[in-house]
């Protein structure tokens, strides 16, 4: 089991900017894929951003368009998301997901934190 323990969410200005955290803890795969979903009530869960652990290979949801950034400290087996120029239309809940990996980049197991409220309001 790997556990996940995420922090950062909270309320905004519109242009304002957050920083989210996610820490994993428990299992560790040797590559594994972590990142940020999100969802609003009524709409499917959406990719945000994700970091792939032995190659920091980023992939990021097209509404993204530069305005957020994903990295991670492999020591501490935390990711971080940094948010900036948010819009109301980011107000979601923002779920980190980790995706254990086989060498051959199989997916072997999934695991999702319990999620942090994103609000953009002026």
């Known amino acids: 089991q790997v556990q996940l323990v995420e922090s950062g969410g909270g309320s905004v200005q519109p242009g304002g900017s957050l920083r989210l955290s996610c820490t994993a803890s428990?299992?560790?795969?040797?590559?594994?894929?972590m990142g940020w979903y999100r969802q609003v009530p009524g709409n499917e869960r959406e990719l945000v951003a994700t970091i792939r652990s032995n190659d920091g290979r980023t992939v990021y949801g097209d509404f993204v368009k530069g305005r957020f950034t994903i990295s991670r400290d492999g020591a501490k087996n935390t990711v971080y998301l940094q948010m900036s120029n948010l819009k109301p239309e980011d107000s979601a809940v923002y779920s980190c997901?980790?995706?254990?990996?086989?060498?051959?980049?199989?997916?072997?197991?999934?695991?999702w934190g319990p999620g942090t409220q994103v609000t953009v309001s002026s």
């Open positions: 428990g299992r560790d795969f040797s590559i594994n894929v």
């Open positions: 997901r980790y995706n254990g990996l086989s060498r051959n980049y199989a997916s072997l197991a999934n695991f």
